[in-house]
T-cell receptor
Framework: QKEVEQDPGPLSVPEGAIVSLNCTYS??????FMWYRQYSRKGPELLMY????GNKEDGRFTAQVDKSSKYISLFIRDSQPSDSATYLC??????????FGTGTRLQVFP | NAGVTQTPKFQVLKTGQSMTLQCAQD?????MYWYRQDPGMGLRLIYY???????DKGEVPNGYNVSRLNKREFSLRLESAAPSQTSVYFC????????????FGEGSRLTVL
């Protein structure tokens, strides 16, 4: 079993929709949780960062962490065609080892 | 500011050949990483280096070696390339352990025939 599980999609939504992306994990030592966005043929870029449980909001993006369920989410409100990309969750514990999910490919059509 | 620079960007090898992927960062970061990305598999950690002089295995280290030459440079070597190593390789660096943002290079596309 992989330490981090993520539905690969693809997920196709109309412009303006609310998008929900999720990851589950098995390692209870994970306490730092991140979401990266990757455009085609580019390296990933950090989108959101959360420590331990709770919510964090940044503009149209909200990250949620539920450590009791080992479940993290990223919500995108008022989705735009420019949000079309692959979204990867990532997490780490006390070591410097950062583990990524498989990524979910999102397409937002006009 | 160049950030993380990887070379080469593209490479084609024959089975059994060796090669080294080079990575350099100019952000004075302590931690550096090598990942490979394959369709449907996401980013998988090959090796990482928490500081100059130290390296640790990641999820998929078999068939690879690494060298942390100095604080700036972290190279990945394939001693005897296999078709299963066809992939896109990403180097990354991180300024603060655990909490810092990972900065990625543009990727190196390797094909092993």
């Amino acid at each position: 079993q992989k330490e981090v599980e993520q539905d690969p999609g693809p997920l196709s939504v109309p412009e303006g929709a609310i998008v929900s992306l999720n990851c589950t994990y098995s390692n209870s030592a994970f306490q730092y949780f991140m979401w990266y966005r990757q455009y085609s043929r580019k390296g990933p870029e950090l989108l959101m960062y959360t420590y331990s449980s709770g919510n964090k909001e940044d503009g149209r993006f909200t990250a949620q962490v539920d450590k009791s369920s080992k479940y993290i989410s990223l919500f995108i409100r008022d989705s735009q065609p420019s949000d079309s990309a692959t979204y990867l969750c990532a997490m780490s514990g006390d070591t410097d080892k950062l583990i990524f999910g498989t990524g979910t490919r999102l397409q937002v059509f006009p | 500011n160049a950030g993380v620079t990887q070379t080469p960007k593209f490479q084609v090898l024959k089975t059994g050949q060796s090669m080294t992927l080079q990575c350099a960062q100019d952000m004075n970061h302590n931690s550096m990483y090598w990942y490979r990305q394959d369709p449907g598999m996401g980013l998988r950690l090959i090796y990482y280096s928490a500081s100059e002089g130290t390296t640790d295995k990641g999820e998929v280290p078999n068939g690879y070696n690494v060298s942390r030459l100095n604080k700036r440079e972290f190279s990945l070597r394939l001693e005897s390339a296999a078709p299963s190593q066809t992939s896109v390789y990403f180097c990354a660096s991180r300024g603060r352990p655990n909490t810092g943002e990972l900065f990625f290079g543009e990727g190196s596309r390797l094909t092993v025939l």
